[in-house]
């Protein structure tokens, strides 16, 4: 891809010997940095299953055929040693490419036509965001304000008006998780109008408690860090949860519309805000 952000931003974090920076993927090298990264985190920590084909699976390696259609954002941890430095990713799909190849990862899994083509879908660009992932040892604030530099950056440069795509629950047992799906279906559904719905026989119903059946608090206090920070950006969710045995994952769909996350999070993210 040739999309570029302004420049790499960075980040010193010396009290652990860090210095981090986020830019897009450049080469092939870096692309095959993310697709270790990413092996090792869905795969070695979460216990995915084997989605990908065999040959592939002997090289430690996540990727389907829409690694080369999208951009990929990158934490890099300058101080690492050269084979082990991308330590955090996002991938990154825009509306303009998909339609010209394959179509949205997520159309797998959600209906997304009120969102592609509703009469209340925004003017401009749709950004799918995808296999996100960081090193545990990395999981901390400075690394997910990096990420969200980086993206703040990209749907300025790319004239994104509204950015989608999945987050996950560990496992694939939705009753594990009844009291967070049904609140996020209680209180944060997006507006009928552009609002994604699971596919048929692909997933289940986010309502498995009657609301006021459970404490909110508690729900809202077992979301996934993923998901907590989607809500505080003002992020809503699709209707219904999908099963994703392949990854190991229970997936609701998040709908950001960039003006919500602009008025509150640019200037906070964003170097260039």
């Not at 216990?47 to 430690?60: D, F, H, I, K, Y």
């Not at 055929?65 to 991308?86: F, G, K, M, N, T």
């Not at 048929?200 to 459970?214: D, E, H, N, R, V």
Request: hydrophobic residues 45%; proline residues 5%; glycine residues 8%.
């Amino acid at each position: 891809m040739t999309t570029v952000l302004p420049a790499p931003i960075h980040s010193a974090s010396r009290a652990e010997n860090r210095q981090l920076t986020v830019r897009l993927a450049r080469n092939a090298d870096d692309l095959l940095a993310v697709q270790k990264l990413r092996w090792t985190v869905f795969f070695a920590e979460r216990g995915a299953a084997a989605v990908t084909q065999a040959s592939e699976a002997a090289t430690l390696l996540d990727r389907d055929s829409y690694d080369e259609l999208c951009d990929h954002l990158l934490v890099i941890d300058e101080a690492a040693p050269a084979d082990a430095r991308v330590v955090g990713t996002y991938r990154l799909l825009r509306e303009s490419v998909a339609r010209a190849n394959s179509g949205f990862y997520s159309a797998g899994e959600y209906d997304l036509s009120m969102l592609l083509g509703g009469p209340d879908r925004p003017a401009g660009e749709l950004l799918e965001l995808g296999r996100s992932c960081v090193l545990p040892a990395y999981r901390t604030s400075a690394t997910i304000a990096l990420l969200w530099r980086g993206i703040s950056d990209y749907i300025a440069a790319n004239h994104i008006a509204l950015m989608f795509g999945c987050a996950s629950f560990h496992g694939t047992d939705p009753q594990a998780h009844a009291p967070a799906l049904s609140w996020l279906h209680h209180t944060q559904l997006a507006p009928a109008a552009i609002r994604p719905r699971v596919l048929p026989g692909l997933g289940t119903a986010m309502s498995l408690l009657p609301q006021g059946s459970y404490n909110e608090r508690a729900a809202m206090l077992a979301l996934p860090p993923l998901i907590k920070g989607y809500l505080r950006t003002g992020a809503k969710f699709g209707e219904g949860a999908f099963i994703d045995h392949g990854f190991n994952t229970v997936d609701v769909c998040v709908v950001m519309p960039v003006d919500r996350i602009t008025g509150r999070y640019a200037a906070r993210f964003s170097v260039s805000a």
